[in-house]
Structures are given as C-alpha cells and as structure tokens.
C-alpha cells in the first residue's frame, strides 16, 4: 500500500471550492426569495387583500303615504303606511362582494307589520349600488296588538322601524373567504297630521 493513500482518496472526494461556492450562493439565493415573498405575502394581506367590511347607508327615505282611522265603536284603529327608501350598499374591497337574498322589515313598536325582499347580487371592487324597497302595508289593526297607538295618536308621531338585513361573503382565488351580515337599523318618526318625516337615525352593524 502506498504511504499517504488513504489522505490522498478524502482529499479526492471532496468537492472542489468554486462547486461549495456555488452551492453557497444558490442556498442564499433561496432563503432571500423565500423572504421577499413572505414580505409580498404580508403587505398584500394588509393592502390589497384586506378584508373591509361593507357600509350600509341611507341614501333617500321617503313616506309615501301614512293613514290612521279610529272605530270609536270598537275601539280599534286601522293603519295605513307606504315607505320607500334607497338602501346603498358599498363595497370598499379590492374584489367582489356578493349577497344572497335580503329583507327589509317595517316594525311598530317592536311588532313587525310588513317587510319586502331586496334579491341577491353582486357587488364590483369599490363600488357603491343602492337597492330600492318599498314597504306598503294596508288596513293593519294595531289597537289590539299594539296599546301604544293611543298615545301615539295624541302626539301625532308615529314611530317606526326599518331593519335591512344584507346577508354576503367575498371569495378571492378560494384562499381569502369572509362571510358577513350586515344590517342597518333606522328609528323613523312620522307626522301623522302632515304625512311627512319628521326625523330619521340610523345604526350599522357588521357581522363576522
């Protein structure tokens, strides 16, 4: 056996500089694009990608109509009440929302006495859509259901309460998915005397 053989075959297997070099630099190359993406990925999902909730908003409430007849005989009163309104619906997301089918509902103090289907659609990025309902409701008894009317009748003011409930969800390439209910709550006083309205205030509410 030759002296030194043994040193002379490790020497031999190991990889020369210029390849461990190479190797060196591919492996930094890799974990800087890993880390470059993981930034896109961060500031995208707070930017781009970032889930804003919708704004529900009144764009126009109008009373069409309002009548309250008393049977002094029976003691009872009959309502007659027409609203429209003009529902907007914004969507400040960098993609779409869609909505499925929704309601507004009318209620008398806390008794609901109409409601009317708003429908399903969609809404494009940073867009604003408004949706018209009209709640017509005719020749409703409210003594019985609602003892409130005597004194309402006093005042002249009848209050009111319009719920619109706008059930949706956004799904952007199957990896971003938000469902919300987003829902709009207005207190409306009317004039009975002069048909018109007297105030409105309205809350919004998000729900995930």
């Known amino acids: 056996m030759i002296p030194g053989g043994e040193e002379a075959e490790v020497k031999a297997q190991k990889l020369p500089v210029y390849k461990k070099r190479k190797c060196q630099i591919c492996c930094g190359v890799a974990v800087l694009l890993l880390l470059a993406l993981a930034v896109v990925i961060v500031v995208l999902s707070q930017t781009l990608f970032k889930f804003r909730d919708p704004?529900?908003?009144?764009?126009?409430?109008?009373?069409?109509?309002?009548?309250?007849?008393?049977?002094?005989?029976?003691?009872?009163?009959?309502?007659?009440?027409?609203?429209a309104t003009d529902l907007?619906?914004?969507?400040?997301?960098?993609?779409?929302?869609?909505?499925?089918?929704?309601?507004?509902?009318?209620?008398?103090?806390?008794?609901?006495?109409?409601?009317?289907a708003?429908?399903?659609?969609?809404?494009?990025?940073?867009?604003?859509?408004?949706?018209?309902?009209?709640?017509t409701v005719d020749a409703l008894k409210i003594v019985e259901e609602s003892p409130d009317v005597v004194?309402?009748?006093?005042?002249?003011?009848?209050?009111?309460?319009?719920?619109?409930?706008?059930?949706?969800?956004?799904?952007?390439?199957?990896?971003?998915?938000?469902?919300?209910?987003?829902?709009?709550?207005?207190?409306?006083?009317?004039?009975i005397n002069n048909q018109t309205l007297k105030d409105y205030e309205c809350t919004h509410h998000v729900k995930l």
Not at 98 to 115: E, R
Not at 118 to 135: H, Y
């Open 88 to 116: 907007g619906v914004s969507n400040p997301n960098h993609y779409d929302f869609k909505y499925s089918n929704s309601t507004a509902v009318l209620f008398y103090h806390g008794l609901q006495i109409g409601d009317v």
């Open 151 to 191: 004194s309402d009748l006093e005042s002249t003011i009848v209050p009111l309460n319009v719920t619109s409930t706008i059930p949706g969800h956004v799904n952007l390439a199957g990896i971003f998915k938000h469902h919300v209910v987003a829902t709009l709550d207005c207190n409306v006083e009317v004039w």
């Open 55 to 83: 704004g529900l908003s009144i764009i126009s409430l109008k009373l069409e109509s309002i009548s309250v007849s008393v049977d002094p005989f029976t003691l009872s009163a009959t309502l007659n009440i027409s609203l």
């Open 118 to 135: 708003l429908g399903a659609g969609e809404i494009r990025a940073e867009k604003t859509v408004a949706l018209a309902a009209v709640v």
